[in-house]
Antibody, heavy 121, light 107 residues
Framework: EVQLVESGGGLVKPGGSLRISCAAS????????MNWVRQAPGKGLEWLSS????????YYTGSVKGRFTISRDNAKNSLYLQMNSLRDEDTAVYYC??????????????WGQGTLVTVSS | SYELTQPPSVSVSPGQTASITCSGE??????AYWYQQKPGQSPVVVMS???RRPSGIPERFSGSNSGNTATLTISGTQVMDEADYYC??????????FGGGTKLTVL
């Protein structure tokens, strides 16, 4: 059974940093693209970042580029998101999601339960 | 950047057909995907590659994609289908793109 379990969320002050993690199990982690998606309270889904199965490339949405860094450790079946210079508007539930790529296409077939990050003074 | 537009809300009576649209420039040149999210839960894929139902998704869910609009159709809508629905596509510049979401109310 595919499982994605996020951790590391919490309360952080504006300008602060936080690293969240996602532990994967039930599939061959090193074969898949992985992604971070967030959802602000009462809002829609926002894709943040994607990392290739071998970490050969990473993509980011404009609002987090230069502040957030996605990484993975295939030996530990883990995905990470380092978040720096956090802002109030980064408050959201952060989801880890497995990506399925069909060439020039990608969708997210399994999602974790999410971890809440609250940025507030 | 590429954008997808959905109606904020759709209402349907139980047993009737619900249609949720997703519009984007030349969307038919891309695959459309649909996710269902119930309150307090994570999103679940209910339609893949325009019209393919993942395993475990009821047959009452169907999809299409033509021109600038993809449509998720739920035939014989049940109360359990009440949820937020998000369309998604992939674009070479914007990468993973979600629509703003549609709240489906069944009453």
């Amino acid at each position: 059974e595919v499982q994605l379990v996020e951790s590391g969320g919490g309360l952080v002050k504006p300008g602060g940093s936080l690293r969240i993690s996602c532990a994967a199990s039930g599939f061959s982690f090193s074969d898949y693209n992985m992604n971070w998606v967030r959802q602000a309270p009462g809002k829609g889904l926002e894709w943040l970042s994607s990392i290739h199965s071998s970490s050969s490339y990473q993509y980011y949405t404009g609002s987090v580029k230069g502040r957030f860094t996605i990484s993975r450790d295939n030996a530990k079946n883990s995905l990470y998101l380092q978040m720096n210079s956090l802002r109030d508007e980064d408050t959201a539930v952060y989801y880890c999601a497995r990506g399925v790529s069909n060439g020039a296409d990608l969708y997210l077939d399994f999602w974790g339960q999410g971890t809440l990050v609250t940025v507030s003074s | 950047s590429y954008e997808l537009t959905q109606p904020p809300s759709v209402s349907v009576s139980p047993g009737q057909t619900a249609s949720i649209t997703c519009s984007g420039e030349k969307l038919n040149n891309k695959y459309a995907y649909w996710y269902q999210q119930k309150p307090g839960q994570s999103p679940v894929v209910v339609m893949s590659q325009d019209n393919r139902r993942p395993s475990g998704i009821p047959e009452r869910f169907s999809g299409s994609n033509s021109g600038n609009t993809a449509t998720l159709t739920i035939s014989g809508t049940q109360v359990m289908d009440e949820a937020d629905y998000y369309c998604q596509a992939w674009d070479i510049t914007t990468h993973v793109v979600f629509g703003g979401g549609t709240k489906l109310t069944v009453l």
